[in-house]
T-cell receptor, first 113, second 113 residues
Framework: DGGITQSPKYLFRKEGQNVTLSCEQN?????MYWYRQDPGQGLRLIYY???????QKGDIAEGYSVSREKKESFPLTVTSAQKNPTAFYLC????????????FGNGTRLTVT | DQQVKQNSPSLSVQEGRISILNCDYT??????FLWYKKYPAEGPTFLIS?????DKNEDGRFTVFLNKSAKHLSLHIVPSQPGDSAVYFC????????????FGGGTRLMVKP
């Protein structure tokens, strides 16, 4: 079955530590995205990548970094510079053609204490 | 400034009745609109979409209506079923902004048996 795999499902970290969230897709999609969900605020775009070795900042990129070395993988690093890192993080992908719907992974809930 | 707003954070409906979820937007450049459904601890799944050249799109029990002059769209679910209980997000994109989606804050629908 094709899909997007995010791991781990739950992640706990101490304040001041960097943490990397994994996102892998086997849908052969060109474009990949990272969103953050906070209660009542919907989904906000952190970073996106439309092709390998290229990525762009979204609306709330500060304190985050990404890489896109392979088409299938788009890991997100939450750095210690992110002031409110505790959230539900969602990875998504799409074929990249206009109006093709996003396919989402099941998310990673990150808790930083 | 939220460009896509879902003003009702929650909605409760009796099984078998109609559920109407509303969404307002401010950006007149938006020309494609989508609804996503999300269960707890899972990623959103695509439900239905509508292009700005249409004012209605129907798929089974789900119908989306678009009123461009009012910058308003709504999702109708008829008849509502307990399995429809979830958070519903509306999202919008503009053809001059690639496939970037702007999401609303979500509405939690509860369908009572």
């Amino acid at each position: 079955d094709g899909g997007i795999t995010q791991s781990p499902k739950y992640l706990f970290r101490k304040e001041g530590q960097n943490v990397t969230l994994s996102c892998e897709q086997n849908l052969n999609h060109d474009a990949m995205y990272w969103y953050r969900q906070d209660p009542g605020q919907g989904l906000r775009l952190i970073y996106y990548s439309q092709i390998v070795n290229d990525f762009q900042k979204g609306d709330i990129a500060e304190g985050y970094s990404v890489s896109r070395e392979k088409k299938e993988s788009f890991p997100l690093t939450v750095t210690s510079a992110q002031k409110n890192p505790t959230a539900f993080y969602l990875c998504a992908s799409t074929q990249g053609s206009y109006n093709s719907p996003l396919h989402f992974g099941n998310g990673t809930r990150l808790t930083v204490t | 400034d939220q460009q896509v707003k879902q003003n009702s954070p929650s909605l409760s409906v009796q099984e078998g009745r109609i559920s109407i979820l509303n969404c307002d937007y401010t950006n007149s450049m938006f020309d494609y609109f989508l609804w996503y459904k999300k269960y707890p601890a899972e990623g959103p799944t695509f439900l239905i979409s509508i292009s700005s050249i249409k004012d209605k799109n129907e798929d089974g029990r789900f119908t989306v209506f678009l009123n461009k002059s009012a910058k308003h769209l709504s999702l109708h679910i008829v008849p509502s079923q307990p399995g429809d209980s979830a958070v519903y997000f509306c999202a919008a994109s503009a053809s001059n902004a690639g496939n970037m989606l702007t999401f609303g804050g979500g509405t939690r629908l509860m369908v009572k048996p």
